[in-house]
């Protein structure tokens, strides 16, 4: 069983949904959770990052963390085509300069389709 | 300006020859890292470095040797390539966090790798 688990989708929405964005994670160390949007052929960047358990909002985005059932989720409201791209959970249980490395969910391909 | 750039973005070589990828950051970051990104988009960490000194090595065949010759750049050398090496590789960069705020990396382009 992987670390970190995430639905490779495809998923395809109309312009305008809400659309809703899974990973589930086995290591209860995690306490730094994050969501990358990957263009094709382009790198990930950070779209979203929570510190343990809550929520945040940004925009369009909220992204949520429920440590008790080791399960996290970004919500994206009024989806738009640019949109569209792979997006991946990432999770660590310390920061890089204390030995902690970033363990990525499968990604998600999300669609919006005008 | 690109803030993480690597070469060359493709790569097509045969099995059993050795290749570069070459990486540098410009945004004056402590710590460099190099992914292997599968067919099914699963990403993984290979490597990372923090001021020229490595810090994780994963369970990667050594064959796959990292350099760093000053901290704004880290070099990939792959030895005897094989089948199962074609992937895309990503270099990313980080800085060392404020306590509470995200350990955030940036990643370069990609250099999408295809061994025959």
């Known amino acids: 069983q992987k670390e970190v688990e995430q639905d490779p989708g495809p998923l395809s929405v109309p312009e305008g949904a809400i659309v809703s964005l899974n990973c589930t994670y086995s290591n209860s160390a995690f306490q730094y959770f994050m969501w990358y949007r990957q263009y094709s052929r382009k790198g990930p960047e950070l779209l979203m990052y929570?510190?343990?358990?809550g929520n945040k909002e940004d925009g369009r985005f909220t992204a949520q963390v429920d440590k008790s059932s080791k399960y996290i989720s970004l919500f994206i409201r009024d989806s738009q085509p640019s949109d569209s791209a792979t997006y991946l959970c990432?999770?660590?249980?310390?920061?890089?300069?204390?030995?902690?490395?970033?363990?990525f969910g499968q990604g998600t391909e999300l669609s919006v389709k005008p | 300006d690109t803030a993480v750039s690597q070469t060359p973005k493709y790569l097509v070589t045969q099995m059993g020859n050795d290749k570069s990828i070459k990486c540098e950051q410009n945004l004056g970051h402590d710590t460099m890292y190099w992914y292997k990104q599968d067919s099914k988009k699963f990403l993984k960490i290979m490597f990372s470095y923090n001021n020229k000194e490595l810090i994780i090595n994963e369970t990667v065949p050594n064959r796959f040797s990292p350099k760093s010759p000053d901290k704004a750049h880290l070099n990939l050398h792959i030895n005897s390539l094989e089948l199962g090496d074609s992937a895309v590789y990503f270099c990313?960069?980080?800085?060392?966090?404020?306590?509470?705020?995200?350990?955030?990396?940036?990643f370069g382009p990609g250099t999408r790798l295809t061994v025959l």
């Open positions: 929570t510190y343990s358990s």
């Open positions: 990313a960069s980080s800085q060392v966090p404020r306590v509470g705020s995200a350990d955030t990396q940036y």
């Open positions: 990432a999770m660590s249980s310390f920061p890089h300069n204390q030995g902690g490395k970033l363990i």
